[in-house]
């Protein structure tokens, strides 16, 4: 299996087990760190990763409309224009340190951190910028 098949297939697993969709990124990480420290990549380390994930990001909820949808159907509902998206985004990004701002500028430069430590300091910062935005 290639790293794009096991990407999609971890992917998948992540939403079975029911993963938030703003975590499956952070989660499919999260699983790929798993199969790299348990050297196997056996169907059970995958789905023991992914349920650690639920217990980690909370659980979907597969009764209830997901929270955007419902806000669509609002009638008072206004979808964000790109330009409100990006004064967000820049907001967030101001809240961010200057090493956390070069840190994350160098890993999307380089495509990708050298070193586990690299992974997991780039994971805190994403999480970060992600209540950034949230707020």
């Not at 409309?65 to 206004?78: F, I, S, V």
């Not at 820049?90 to 495509?111: F, K």
Request: no cysteine; hydrophobic share 35%.
């Amino acid at each position: 299996m290639n790293l794009g098949q096991r990407m999609s297939y971890y992917r998948r697993v992540v939403q079975s087990v029911g993963v938030p969709s703003m975590w499956e990124e952070d989660a499919i990480q999260d699983i790929a760190l798993r199969v790299w420290r348990a050297q196997k990549d056996t169907p059970t380390v995958v789905r023991y990763a992914a349920i650690d994930s639920v217990r980690r990001y909370g659980s979907r909820s597969r009764h209830v409309a997901r929270p955007e949808l419902a806000r669509k159907t609002d009638p008072g509902y206004e979808p964000m224009t790109s330009a409100e998206r990006a004064i967000d985004f820049r907001q967030a990004w101001r809240s961010l340190t200057q090493r956390h701002r070069e840190t994350l500028m160098r890993y999307v430069l380089t495509r990708g951190a050298r070193t586990n430590r690299e992974h997991v300091r780039i994971y805190q910062i994403r999480q970060m910028l992600r209540k950034a935005l949230a707020a």
